[in-house]
């Protein structure tokens, strides 16, 4: 059966079955707004929307892929401040010639990074489009610690990035190359289609005094940069010392025309969502043995400074401007 | 200037520059997530989503209006559970043609509204699109009362609406005639370019005891039907109770091909972001009273009773699929 056969609120009765109950006091989907329980003094609310065709496409991911990646977006989001994401609600559009079988699925991978997060997607909206798109907005809690801005990086301090990178965008390569190389590629594409947040890990890197913080969405060059826009400094960054996945560089090798520089996607891909922070030196290796717990490297790439913005010797500015202009042409 | 020309940091600080300042504590634009003081023990969560082509069309309304409405619409689904609006994040998705000026429109609207009802607007998404897309998330926090829900409606209650309905959709039938006769009939155009929620109403009908309220954004016929599915009740609704607006009723009278029936544009037309709401009858002269404080009408229309829902000699489940043909051919 097709959206447009079905009518809203049957559609709406549908997606609520497949999520999960409110418990006693609460009101999630079915009224004009959820109700919940407020859950600290101070409350994070962030928003992040996936278009078809520029976020995703049907050709090459399936509807519980985009429902995934909606919430993870938003989890990580949450993370990069130090807070934990709690309750979330989803706007829908949808194409009338869609299945409601990818309904079903976009409300199951929905469902399933909420459960992965534990964050409780109590209500939405649903509307009709000439394409399909999913905004979710999430409210977090902060743990222990006050938020981690964008704005706290201090001269001397480390720059540091959780994981590795470069994999989600080759992993977005793979998937739209015409003759579907997947089979050896399998961990790249995953890191695609099923981003995961670093919410236990930011959590613990607010805890150990991380000054700054940012996911990395749109690529290490341009998030970076934001860093230090926000706190006007600048930094010294080691290339070589940029956490490449391995799985990157062995299809930079197999398939250089999916990935012509290993480097280059590292620095400009985008969509890992792993934590970039700077911390005090000092507690640096804290920081470290926290996330070895969690079972997450921690690579240090750099000096915070004052003045120029370098990544070896070229300007950070000139990674920044080819990071745009592989943003604008993903 | 284009929107894809100016690129997405430069489009969010220009946005940024038009919205207002965070009180100290608070972190609104620029980071992973908004940090706003948490209002509330219970908090309540909407999201409404406005798509081109289906609710709004940039040959008929600016920039200003689709920010306006998707504030307004939000605001009314958290009137509508008795709760004052509190902050809000936006998506938006942008064609790389649209003009940066209609951005700063579409961000002006929100801006307005937002001041208009007390909203902090304190962060957002965006991203290139096909067509324009606005998808607003708020939170709001309940009075004084409890949260009233859709199910709260009980055999013998009187059903009230506050206001005038069917304005909305003459006001659309009005932009969309290719002759524009909004002369005579500004005052409908309003009602759908600049519709107004109805928050201090409802946090009032709050306070005097609405057992069950929602918000008329689909029509009198399919908003009632929800509140009496989700109460388990029928109704007795006569006709000619229904607060046809008077402008509706002229504008029948003048351009039957735009409006071809007044109470059908009432009972099916939506987006009247009225109050439709339950009450007990010793109840509602306090009520009245209590909006009549607030220069707003009640008008009953009819009386909750079990089994059969009715309007007039029709049922209303008549009422409620023609609603349902209306919203999907609207």
Do not use: Y
């Not at 109950?21 to 996936?50: K, Q």
């Not at 989890?75 to 609600?89: T, Y």
């Not at 798109?133 to 809690?141: E, F, K, P, Q, R």
């Not at 062995?250 to 996607?265: G, T, W």
């Amino acid at each position: 059966m097709r959206v447009s056969e079905i009518g809203e609120d049957a559609l709406i009765t549908r997606i609520a079955a497949r999520l999960d109950r409110p418990p006693a006091g609460e009101v999630w989907t079915g009224d004009d707004a959820a109700v919940i329980a407020s859950p600290a003094r101070r409350l994070l609310l962030t928003t992040d929307l996936l278009v078809e065709g520029v976020d995703f496409d049907l050709s090459w991911c399936r509807g519980a892929d985009i429902g995934w990646k909606a919430i993870a977006v938003n989890a990580s989001d949450i993370a990069a401040m130090g807070g934990r994401p709690h309750v979330a609600v989803a706007s829908l559009s949808l194409r009338g010639d869609i299945g409601v079988g990818t309904v079903d699925d976009i409300v199951d991978g929905l469902g399933a990074a909420s459960r992965r997060w534990a964050i409780a997607l109590v209500g939405g909206d649903i509307s009709g489009a000439r394409e399909v798109m999913l905004s979710v907005a999430a409210t977090g809690v902060l743990a222990s610690a006050p938020p981690v801005l964008r704005s706290g990086a201090r001269d001397g301090e480390a720059i540091c990035v959780t994981g590795t990178l470069g994999a989600a965008a080759a992993g977005l390569a793979v998937l739209r190359a015409r003759d579907r190389p997947e089979d050896g590629f399998a961990g790249l594409v995953e890191r695609q289609l099923r981003p995961r947040a670093r919410v236990e890990e930011g959590v613990a890197l607010a805890r150990c005094g991380a000054t700054a913080m940012i996911d990395v969405s749109d690529g290490l060059a341009v998030d970076l940069g934001r860093i230090l826009d926000a706190s006007g400094t600048g930094c010294e960054v080691d290339p070589g010392a940029v956490p490449v996945d391995a799985g990157v560089g062995s299809l930079a090798r197999a398939r250089p025309d999916l990935v012509p520089d290993a480097l280059e996607a590292a620095m400009l891909g985008g969509e890992d969502f792993e934590l970039l922070f700077t911390i005090d030196e000092a507690d640096l290796p804290a920081a470290r043995e926290a996330l070895l717990a969690l079972a997450t490297e921690v690579t240090r790439i750099g000096t915070v400074v004052a003045g120029r913005a370098s990544v070896g010797d070229e300007d950070l500015e000139r990674w920044r401007e080819r990071g745009w202009q592989h943003l604008h042409g993903r």
